[in-house]
């Protein structure tokens, strides 16, 4: 059963995906918007097994680290109740990226000029990347 047959809500796991030089990487889906890589977490699923399998299937990359939570944010989009959980992570620049069908393109960012000039589903969205990013530089012992 997924969310969509109970109806209560969803539950969602993005990661601040981070390379070796600081970048962040960021997915750009079909429709052109910009997001996270991450997804829902089916019914019964481990949030660690959940967020390694949207990052493989999203991206290709299966070596990364899960750093812990970040944030954890809800919301309602389209009359259902939605949880985000946000955690923050490392991987190699190395690694090689194959897209999803859902994704027609990649990007490493590095500071907030680069996020603020793309495009995201929302306004919201796009606020909490940039929060997420500005805390992820003021972690301590520098994460990036």
Known sequence: MNSEQHGLFKITQNIFLVNEEG???????NSGKWLLVGGR???SERWDNGLRREVKE??????FSIDGILQVDNWEH???HQYGVFFVGKTKKENKI??????????????MEEIKELDFWSTELKERI???FKKIQNLPGRFL
């Open 78 to 80: 389209k009359g259902l």
């Open 23 to 29: 970048g962040l990487l960021l997915l750009q889906h």
């Open 98 to 111: 194959s897209l999803s069908d859902e994704h027609i393109n990649y990007k490493w960012v590095k500071n």
């Open 130 to 132: 940039l929060g997420g």
């Open 41 to 43: 977490l089916n019914v």
């Open 58 to 63: 999203e991206t290709g990359i299966s070596d």
